[in-house]
């Protein structure tokens, strides 16, 4: 699949726009007077603020939340010396992570320089422009020296992700193995393979987290670092170098408490974990293949803890887990430096979330996985959003604690309110629902499979492991366009292609169907010519029925014609009485659900809080506590139109029905976008926060609503989600794309794995071929 990975990141960084970064201008300039404070003459009261007082530079521009991603290229990844320019699609992705995770924005400097003093005089004379340095992929044992001598230079963060991000994920994982079998820091013999920046950094904040130094043991390529060793040395191995007539990993691994490995596949050999001490605790991080890999480390010793860099095993040591984070709490102060103690603090935060009962919202996002404190989860998932208030929390706290925070911070609580807003700003909401669908996938019924967006949303589907598909449709027109396509699906194999109209199923189907809908004019023919006509409805039958799991349509015609066929044969779930259709915006500067945006053109109050209840369901399964705002165009009493009077009556509905939920209106929608304006409308509102499920007062409003921001926002769609069927149906829209029917694919099969299981009825015979 390799090839095809490569084709598929060559397209993604193509189009639409060559890259993944864009300056985006974060102020109006609509008219003279914009351009005027913008620019000349406006501009000059900003310079010599700034001038009289420095510190005003991160009021009155960019620099407190702009850090520069610099690397030379030497160290790119697992790819080696590449050069800056092949480097600069590593450094965008970094941008991109930090921008998603924490809000912060990078540019990223790929710089032709080999030369330290070059380089760092090169990265020193930027300090004006930046908040922050990050050092990526400079190769060992430059990028010590290029830290150091930065440190010593800039009054800002210089921080090396590669160094320090691994080390405090990997310190955090270590304080968690050691807990839990019960053995202290300062007792452990620790040897580690590798000895380049990451391994260094790891060994060095072990050491300050309580190891000692003289217990542990590093091998590099050329075998172990010993005192007097020539070849390959240099002062940061030379710290951890041992007087001893040990060589080899073999011959220092016997007792061992931790192994760390940074270095390359296969090195840990399962006769030397058996020669571990005892509940040893293995980390073997090199990638893609690890020193050795889990399953053999535990046949040797079942009681080990394992920790990978991958994330299809158990504890994956990413770097994700920290830099956005210890950056954000950095540049939130003002800090001068990254200290030790702020990176001890971070440590610290990232082990005690794994330690720490799993919120709700984690929960969510990860149903289906044990979220519990043990061999298996040490270390909290990357997508944790508790992550963005905890590690940031800590550090700011840190550099204030250590004298380098230059903007001390006075409302922790508030602070960590801010910080919470950035969970659901990420960008990367579709993610955890992506790995739920993973854990189990489903068969997903695909009415239009000769569509050539779903052909490549399916071949997406099996790639990523989330779904089995089923199409329906000509086996020859869908074979021949996999073909043209270039796709790898399979009938029997990786996908099934059913021609409706020669399927021996179509029988029995147009039965069912015709009961289904008895007295209302549909006899045994008409009954026939639909089920072989209608993908939507055999589609339908076959979940209905049990013999597909969840079904997607609507890419061709109008929605209310599939709502149609979906209600005549799913109907609505039991103790409900309304469907509606909800839509996920992703937007730059936030995530929000609109509904109902296409199916009931004047729901009653009754019914809209029927919506918001289906609604704030769905949004839970995304990991999102719903913040529910019920719009109007009368904000809390301001106007008393029927209009209004069904929106406030569905505020009291829900009220009483929905004591636990977070919701409010009637209001208008820059209300329930921004809480200073609420508040001065009403400051005793149940909405806290910024609202992120809006529920409309019609069709027209939700539907309007929801296109604008689509196209003025540049927004990712993911939707319609139908709610209040039966069983899993999403009905799509023509405007689909295949990001947009992939993600609708795994709406689906969580759906699916969360719905009541249906009694498959006898398999039919294969067929006709």
């Not at 700034?50 to 510190?55: F, N, V, Y």
């Not at 004006?128 to 050092?135: E, H, R, S, V």
């Not at 044990?370 to 963005?388: A, C, H, N, Q, T």
């Not at 990523?464 to 020859?476: C, H, K, N, S, Y």
Request: glycine share 8%.
């Amino acid at each position: 699949m390799s090839g095809d990975l490569d084709t598929l990141a060559l397209e993604y960084h193509r189009r639409p726009k060559a890259g993944k970064l864009a300056i985006v201008a974060t102020k109006p300039m609509a008219n003279q007077r914009d351009l005027a404070l913008a620019y000349s003459p406006g501009v000059a009261a900003a310079c010599m603020a700034i001038h009289a007082d420095p510190s005003q530079a991160a009021e009155l521009t960019t620099r407190a939340n702009l850090v520069a991603v610099v690397t030379n290229g030497t160290a790119v990844l697992g790819l080696g010396n590449i050069g800056p320019l092949a480097a600069k699609p590593v450094m965008e992705g970094k941008a991109v992570l930090f921008k998603k995770f924490a809000g912060i924005d990078v540019f990223d400097l790929e710089l032709n320089e080999t030369d330290v003093d070059a380089l760092v005089d090169t990265i020193a004379r930027l300090e004006p422009t930046f908040g922050a340095i990050n050092l990526e992929d400079i190769a060992a044992p430059a990028c010590f020296e290029v830290e150091r001598r930065l440190r010593d230079r800039m009054k800002i963060p210089v921080f090396h992700d590669d160094q320090h991000g691994t080390a405090i994920v990997v310190g955090a994982a270590m304080l968690n193995g050691l807990k839990l079998v019960n053995k202290r820091a300062e007792d452990i013999k620790v040897v580690s393979t590798g000895g380049g920046a990451a391994g260094i950094a790891c060994l060095d904040l072990m050491v300050a987290l309580g190891v000692r130094r003289e217990n542990v043991w590093l091998v590099d390529k050329h075998g172990l670092v010993y005192k007097g060793r020539t070849e390959d040395m240099n002062p940061y191995k030379d710290a951890y170098a041992k007087d001893t007539e040990a060589r080899t990993l073999g011959d220092v691994i016997d007792d061992a408490d931790l192994f760390l490995g940074l270095s390359g596949p296969k090195v840990l050999k399962p006769e030397m974990v058996k020669r571990m001490g005892t509940r040893p605790i293995i980390m073997a991080l090199a990638n893609p293949e690890p020193e050795i890999m889990p399953d053999l480390a535990r046949e040797v010793r079942p009681d080990a803890i394992i920790a990978t860099g991958r994330s299809d095993f158990p504890n994956q040591v990413n770097n994700v887990l920290v830099f956005p984070f210890i950056f954000r709490g950095a540049l939130d102060v003002g800090a001068t430096t990254v200290t030790e103690e702020m990176k001890v603090a971070a440590t610290h935060a990232v082990a005690n979330l794994a330690r720490a009962e799993a919120s709700d919202v984690v929960a969510a996002a990860y149903r289906g996985e044990e979220l519990r404190f043990g061999s298996d989860y040490i270390l909290p998932k990357p997508f944790d959003p508790r992550l963005i208030i905890e590690v940031p929390s800590a550090v700011a706290r840190a550099a204030m604690d250590s004298g380098v925070a230059m903007r001390p911070i006075a409302d922790f609580r508030a602070y960590r309110d801010e910080l919470g807003m950035y969970a659901f700003r990420s960008g990367l909401v579709m993610k955890p629902v992506m790995q739920r669908a993973m854990e189990d996938p489903k068969r997903v019924v695909y009415a239009e499979g000769e569509d050539e967006r779903v052909l490549r949303a399916a071949q997406l589907a099996v790639d990523d492991g989330i779904a089995f598909p089923v199409l329906l449709g000509r086996r020859e027109i869908i074979e021949r366009k996999i073909v043209e396509l270039g796709l790898r699906l399979k009938h029997g194999e990786s996908v099934e292609i059913i021609e409706m109209i020669r399927d021996v199923r179509s029988h029995t189907y147009s039965e069912i169907y015709r009961k289904i809908m008895a007295r209302r004019g549909v006899s045994p023919t008409h009954a026939m010519n639909v089920v072989r006509t209608q993908p939507t409805v055999f589609g339908a039958l076959m979940v209905r029925r049990g013999e597909a799991d969840a079904l997607i349509c609507g890419t061709s015609g109008r929605y209310g014609e599939y709502y149609s066929h979906v209600m005549d044969v799913i109907g609505l779930r039991k103790g409900v009485n309304t469907a509606a259709a909800m839509n996920l915006l992703i937007l730059q500067n936030g995530t929000y659900f609109i509904c109902d945006t296409y199916v009931n053109p004047e729901p009653t109050a009754g019914q809209v809080a029927e919506i918001a209840r289906l609604a704030a369901e769905e949004v839970r399964r995304f990991g999102i506590e719903p913040k529910v705002a019920l719009l109007s165009h009368s904000n809390f009493g301001s106007a008393d139109t029927p209009s209004a009077r069904k929106m406030r009556q569905a505020y009291q509905l829900i009220s009483a029905e929905m004591n636990e939920l977070e919701v409010d209106g009637e209001m208008h929608a820059d209300a329930a976008l921004s809480e200073a304006i609420r508040g001065r409308v009403l400051p005793d509102s149940r909405l806290k926060g910024e609202a992120n499920l809006l529920v409309m007062p019609t069709l027209d409003a939700a539907n309007i609503a929801f296109n604008m921001l689509k196209v003025l926002g540049d927004a990712q769609n993911v939707g319609p989600m139908l709610l209040g069927a039966a069983r899993p149906v999403h009905i799509v829209t023509p405007s689909v794309t295949v990001r947009g029917l992939l993600n609708m694919t795994a709406v689906a099969v969580v759906d699916a794995q969360l719905a009541a299981p249906v009694v498959a009825a006898p398999s039919p015979p294969p067929a006709a071929e």
